[in-house]
């Protein structure tokens, strides 16, 4: 199981960025999948969650309104969209997968991850 992140960057207060998370060794649509964060000196904070063949999505306060997370079964790819980035947005950004049917919120419920990907807000 191999997940790799890309698409973080350097981007204005205000802006966009599309997250990717290429899989292999397994389906997407038979894990259940999960963006997270981690800020310098903070643990790791889920954004967006989505659960197996993508019945069930969701999002905490963090991702709310600004966030949204997709697949391509096609592409075996996780997305995630977001919108209207702030300073406070800044951080690693990880995606995430469990064997799991139904969302699953805590990073320590996750046994496999990507490297992560830098996402740089500045004001």
């Known amino acids: 199981v191999q997940l790799v992140e890309s698409g973080g960057g350097l981007v204005q207060s205000g802006g966009s960025l599309r997250l990717s998370c290429l899989a292999s060794g397994f389906r997407v649509d038979d894990y259940a999948i999960g963006w997270f964060r981690q800020k310098p000196g903070k643990e790791r904070e889920g954004v967006a969650y989505?659960?197996?063949?993508?019945?069930?999505?969701w999002y905490p306060d963090s991702g709310k309104g600004r966030f949204t997370i997709s697949s391509d079964r096609a592409k075996n790819s996780v997305y995630l969209q977001m919108n209207d980035l702030q300073p406070e947005d800044t951080a690693v950004y990880y995606c995430?997968?469990?064997?799991?049917?139904?969302?699953?919120?805590?990073?320590?419920?996750?046994?496999?991850w990507g490297q992560g990907t830098q996402v740089t807000v500045f004001s």
């Open positions: 995430a997968a469990v064997r799991s049917v139904s969302i699953l919120t805590r990073a320590s419920d996750y046994p496999y």
């Open positions: 989505m659960s197996k063949y993508d019945d069930e999505i």
